[in-house]
């Protein structure tokens, strides 16, 4: 059974920081990508980034460029978001998702292949 878990949502001030995991399982971890979407109320689902975990290129919406560091364990099937300086807008439940298809269109949800449930991230002003 393909599962991914995300953990280390939570609330933070402005500024702060937080690590988001995902661990995944049920499928080749190598020969998949591994990406970072979040979800807004009312607003669609938009692609943070992304980490390949046979050649470890990573990929980053502009809004997180520089706050925002992706990394992957593969001994332990296990993708890592880095997130500082964290700003009330960063606000959004977010998702991580497995994909099969290697294309410069990470940030596309329609190319994943399995998704995790999803972990809350609040940012207080």
């Known amino acids: 059974e393909v599962q991914l878990v995300e953990s280390g949502g939570g609330l933070v001030q402005a500024g702060g920081s937080l690590r988001l995991s995902c661990a995944a399982s049920g499928f080749t971890f190598d020969d998949y990508a591994i990406g970072w979407f979040r979800q807004a109320p009312g607003k669609e689902r938009e692609g943070v980034s992304c980490?390949?975990?046979?050649?470890?290129?990573?990929y980053y919406a502009d809004s997180v460029k520089g706050r925002f560091t992706i990394s992957s364990d593969n001994a332990k099937n296990t993708v890592y978001l880095q997130m500082n300086s964290l700003k009330p807008e960063d606000t959004a439940v977010y998702y991580c998702?497995?994909?099969?298809?290697?294309?410069?269109?990470?940030?596309?949800?329609?190319?994943?292949?399995?998704w995790g449930q999803g972990t809350q991230v609040t940012v207080s002003s």
């Open positions: 980490i390949s975990s046979s050649d470890g290129s990573t």
């Open positions: 998702a497995a994909t099969g298809a290697t294309s410069p269109y990470w940030f596309r949800d329609d190319l994943y292949d399995y």
